[in-house]
């Protein structure tokens, strides 16, 4: 396969989603199944109502921030898909955050072209888009956030990363990675970073992760967390968080409160849902949880994520890959959109992954789209066709969670570990030595 221009590249990506969108709208008008999803009806409803200078959340099932129901105020005033248009902007613009992110670290270019062409010719990141979903937005968010890092941005990765957490709050789970990050040694505040690149990485045999989790604990707990970056970063993003907060319980009362926040933390599904622990809720849909099951069910997430966070937290790309599959695999409700979450991720860590395309990769392809679709078989039989089948869609939920578990252990093992930043002292070092 030849040399793809990226811009090309992208010029074919926004032509695609505008095409997309386009036929979407005619599905839309002729055809039973509609394009659109249901969600977007929903974000464009409570627009509709912020216009009106009414409360979004007059709108049953709004359950975000009152911010994407402000971005989408045009769909009543300009054209009802203008949230299209400003989400599948978004998508391209990961696409162009992942690029800048692997052209940082020292990425050759056909390589950072391939991996972008993971997100954005990816059939289902570009239906999600185009469909009428803000997954894209976040994602543009964090790919930012570790972009502010890595040119040492500190302030406007703590503003972006405190507002992103208001907007969607899963990315809390990168807290700690980051605050980890900030060490002394490899970062310092008003100082730009020195970034470890592709080529110095080449070559090594994959890194006993075992022996840098012990190094990196025993070190850190020997140095003290309260630095000056991690207090900035603590500080500023936990003020922007609660800013917004505060401003819209003030603008929505209980009603914001309960909606955009409190529901995500207790939230439970019976139904369109790939969690494990489905079939327990549909049981007791219509009793109340104990505390000891809810703490049953938080536990495996909470030491999965410890895990991870301790193994890889200073190569921050493969550290947010690898906790948002594990986050999304143990979570009490999983649905499609989520795993967008960790799409937006995955390029940044393949010019770092030995593992052969022709075929550990195929398996793990087809071993992820074979869980799902035997999945959504029974899904259909439950949903379209009345069948009692939810016996058999819990144990394809197990199969699931055993694929997503598969796969996170084989690029964990085919993974060659880069911390994201070098030693200043190592940097600084060989500086002087190419001065001599």
Same mark, same amino acid.
């Given at each position: ?196 690149? @592709? ?178 078989? @029974? ?14 869609? @819990? ?42």
């Amino acid at each position: 396969m030849g040399f793809i221009d990226f811009r090309s590249l992208l010029l074919f990506s926004a032509l695609l989603r505008v095409i997309l969108i386009v036929y979407g709208e005619w599905q839309d008008t002729h055809m039973e199944v509609r394009y659109t999803d249901v969600d977007y009806l929903v974000f464009s409803d409570a627009a509709s109502l912020m216009v009106s200078g009414k409360s979004p959340y007059g709108r049953t099932t709004y359950r975000y921030s009152p911010l994407l129901a402000f971005l989408l105020m045009p769909n009543s005033i300009i054209h009802h898909s203008w949230g299209k248009f400003l989400f599948s902007a978004s998508d391209l613009l990961v696409g162009w955050f992942i690029r800048t992110i692997l052209k940082l670290r020292r990425v050759p270019e056909n390589l950072c072209t391939y991996s972008v062409m993971v997100w954005l010719l990816n059939p289902f990141t570009f239906t999600i888009g185009t469909r009428g979903n803000c997954e894209p937005i976040v994602c543009a968010v964090i790919l930012w956030i570790i972009i502010c890092l890595m040119n040492g941005n500190l302030l406007q990765a703590a503003f972006w990363y405190g507002l992103v957490v208001h907007f969607r709050i899963y990315p809390i789970i990168y807290a700690l990675p980051i605050i980890l990050v900030l060490d002394p040694h490899y970062f310092q505040s008003g100082q730009k970073p020195v970034l470890s690149n @592709w080529r110095s990485s080449q070559g090594k045999a994959p890194q006993n992760s075992t022996k840098v989790t012990q190094k990196y604990i025993i070190w850190n707990a020997l140095t003290s967390l309260l630095t000056r970056g991690r207090i900035m970063f603590g500080l500023i993003s936990a003020a922007v968080f609660f800013s917004c907060t505060l401003l819209f319980f003030y603008l929505y009362r209980w009603e914001f409160l309960h909606e955009a926040l409190l529901y995500h933390l207790t939230r439970t599904d019976p139904r369109h849902n790939f969690s494990i622990y489905f079939y327990h809720i549909y049981l007791h849909y219509e009793q109340e949880l104990s505390v000891v099951e809810k703490l049953v069910s938080f536990l495996p997430q909470f030491i999965v994520q410890m895990v991870l966070i301790c193994c890889f937290a200073l190569d921050i790309p493969f550290c947010f890959f690898a906790q948002t599959v594990a986050f999304v695999a143990f979570n009490k409700v999983i649905t499609a959109q989520y795993f967008v979450w960790f799409f937006c991720l995955l390029p940044l860590i393949l010019p770092w992954c030995n593992m052969r395309l022709k075929w550990e990769g195929l398996c793990c392809i087809f071993i992820w789209m074979g869980a799902q679709m035997h999945w959504l078989m @029974w899904g259909y039989l439950l949903e379209f066709k009345g069948k009692n089948v939810f016996l058999q869609l @819990w144990m394809a939920s197990l199969m699931f969670l055993a694929a997503n578990t598969f796969i996170l252990i084989m690029f964990i093992r085919h993974h060659r570990y880069s911390r994201i930043f070098e030693r200043l002292e190592h940097a600084n070092s060989k500086n002087a030595m190419k001065l001599e």
